[in-house]
């Protein structure tokens, strides 16, 4: 069967993901279901995870997002049988690309796909679900009335952020990184309370926020990824993320802020601000759960809720148009360059 990889190591000259055929495996245990792949998102790999968990590899599979029909089950499998649509995630240690056509996978890796839902939809949800549904609810304990800035909303992460916080009932207020991303997001239903353009980089965005909050700021703050400090080139080449003073500014008395940056540095006098404000401050790994197999029954009733809450139209994703097999390695490299806004998904 032929799949994508990455290469983890390359010289300048080689590519970094190739197409290559391997044979097709034999059910690894007696829980192992056997599927046919439908669709499979592409998403960044974080190549520094990568390199240092698989440093004897040369190839890791590209395509963990999947959604197909199960063709046969092992003995023991209790939760599916034959023809039955699932969707799900594979391990990080998964050996095989999610855009092979035929896999096998363990049971506890999948959860029903509803009949509703179409292939691409819900291998381009189930990712971002998790990760929104970690965020907001495992992280920052998500309820009615609370205020949510989610930067960046015009976001396959922050436009799911976005609909998940308006069904909880609270108040959402995003920040757009370009006229088109502006329009996307006034376009939302229900609308959030207000959107906030900062593409031309001479908006206050504590001013703003502020502004919106009654001086309060925000119970819950969810990131795509801040700016740790200003660089030379910071005036002529503004970034569009938001800073940290500017989050840790923002945030209300006992509020959460969940962060994407895993590189992120607190000075003495940010830290003293949190403490001062009461708020905690929480790591968004997305990784989290597939390492630790000791709240698997949790990581499922997840991926299940976020199925449900797609297919009854809950969560709506932001999805590009389906892209061929043959045309995948070149979307990827896109992906991986973050030079695609939306969520791209590969159909079978």
């Known amino acids: 069967m032929k799949g994508l990889y990455y290469r983890i190591t390359t010289s300048q000259d080689e590519e970094k993901f190739v197409f290559q055929e391997n044979e097709p495996a034999a059910s690894p245990s007696d829980y192992h279901v056997k599927l ?54 594979l391990p990080l240690d998964f050996v095989e690309s999610g855009l092979c056509d035929v896999l096998w996978v363990h049971e506890h890796n999948l959860v029903h796909k509803p009949d509703k839902v179409g292939w691409v939809e819900a291998a381009g949800t189930i990712r971002d679900g998790l990760c929104v549904y970690t965020a907001l609810h495992s992280l920052a304990h998500l309820a009615p009335g609370k205020s949510v800035l989610v930067p960046d909303g015009a976001s396959p992460f922050g436009t799911l952020a976005i609909q998940l916080s308006h069904h909880t009932g609270a108040t959402v207020i995003t920040t757009a990184h370009s006229e088109e991303d502006k329009q996307y997001l006034e376009k939302i239903r229900p609308p959030v309370a207000r959107v906030i353009d900062v593409s031309k980089g001479n908006v206050n965005l504590t001013e703003k926020g502020m502004e919106e909050t009654g001086g309060l700021g925000f119970d819950i703050i969810v990131d795509a990824g801040v700016m740790l400090y200003n660089t030379e080139d910071s005036h002529t080449k503004p970034t569009l993320l938001p800073h940290k003073h500017e989050i840790i500014s923002l945030l209300a008395v006992g509020s959460h802020w969940v962060t994407r940056e895993q590189h992120l540095q607190l000075d003495p006098p940010d830290s003293n601000i949190l403490f001062l404000k009461g708020a ?6 997305e990784e989290t759960w597939s390492l630790s197999s000791s709240q698997q029954g949790k990581y499922l009733h997840i991926l299940k809720d976020v199925m449900d809450k797609l297919g009854g139209g809950i969560l709506r994703p932001y999805l590009d148009e389906p892209v061929p097999i043959y045309e995948a390695k070149v979307f990827m490299e896109m992906v991986q360059r973050k030079d695609v806004r939306k969520r791209l998904v590969v159909q079978l």
């Open 36 to 89: 046919q792949v439908k669709a499979c998102a592409l998403t960044p790999i974080n190549t520094k995870l990568v390199s240092a968990l698989y440093q004897s590899k040369e190839h890791v599979p590209v395509g963990r997002d999947v959604a197909g029909v199960i063709l046969e089950v092992g003995p023991k499998v209790s939760f599916f049988k034959p023809d039955d649509e699932v969707v799900g995630i």
């Open 280 to 285: 905690s401050l929480s790591y968004l790994n």
